[in-house]
């Protein structure tokens, strides 16, 4: 079955948009592709460098299932790297 959205609830603790609970979702970059991460290698596990690109949403949870973390972004700032936990696959 194929996946329909990937996302995560981010609850917002300080600044001025302290208490928003925010969505987010896989951050497509520009060249097309999304960016997961095995979050056990340590320091650097978050630079490009060590990041896994995939082309699809089946792709990215098919790693969250391995847990894998996944950039997300929501419609307000920069995206993150985040872990699995929490993250909700919809098919």
């Given at each position: 079955?194929?996946?329909?959205?990937?996302?995560?609830?981010?609850?917002?603790?300080?600044?001025?948009?302290?208490?928003?609970?925010?969505?987010?979702?896989?951050?497509?970059?520009?060249?097309?592709?999304?960016?997961?991460?095995?979050?056990?290698?340590?320091?650097?596990?978050?630079?490009?460098?060590?990041?896994?690109?995939?082309?699809?949403?089946?792709?990215?949870?098919?790693?969250?299932?391995?847990?894998?973390?996944?950039?997300?972004?929501?419609?307000?700032?920069?995206?993150?790297?985040?872990?699995?936990?929490?993250?909700?696959?919809e098919e």
């Amino acid at each position: 079955m194929a996946v329909r959205a990937i996302w995560k609830e981010h609850h917002i603790k300080r600044g001025k948009r302290a208490g928003v609970v925010e969505r987010r979702e896989p951050y497509l970059y520009g060249d097309g592709l999304y960016r997961v991460a095995d979050m056990t290698i340590g320091k650097g596990h978050n630079t490009d460098e060590n990041a896994i690109k995939v082309a699809t949403l089946d792709e990215v949870a098919a790693y969250v299932r391995k847990g894998f973390g996944v950039r997300l972004k929501s419609g307000v700032g920069k995206s993150s790297l985040n872990c699995a936990d929490g993250i909700v696959i919809e098919e």
